[in-house]
């Protein structure tokens, strides 16, 4: 599949998925073949600790795919916008204005 290949399809959310997980890490461990491992984890700063909330197996060359979309996502749609990655979080601003930004949760340090 092509980076830039999009489909509009219909997406079927079974019940047991219906409520997202959070997650505020990933890690990618490498398996046999050309498949890895994506994991999405909860990371406590203050614990020194890391719990895996969702696993997928998916092939190498998919995650090009991922990393692709992301940068689509995450860069700034014009001049005025800007994506910033802070100590405390990620933050958007459009023309000098805060427009949002990610915290890690209360009590987490990084």
């Known amino acids: 599949m092509k980076s830039s290949e999009s489909h509009n399809c219909e997406i079927v959310v079974p019940d047991d998925l219906a409520f997202p997980e ?3 890490a990933f ?3 490498p398996e046999t073949g050309d498949d890895c491992i994506l994991e999405f984890l909860v990371f406590s700063a203050q614990d020194n600790r890391a719990k895996a909330v969702a696993r997928i197996r998916v092939r190498a060359d998919f995650l090009r795919s991922v990393q692709h979309r992301l940068s689509e996502v995450l860069k700034p749609p ?3 916008q800007r994506l910033e990655v802070r100590e405390d979080g990620l933050a958007v601003s459009k023309d000098g204005q805060m427009v949002y930004i990610y915290r ?3 009590g987490e340090e990084n």
């Open 22 to 24: 959070y997650a505020n």
């Open 27 to 29: 890690r990618i461990l």
């Open 78 to 80: 014009d001049q005025g």
């Open 104 to 106: 890690p949760p209360v």
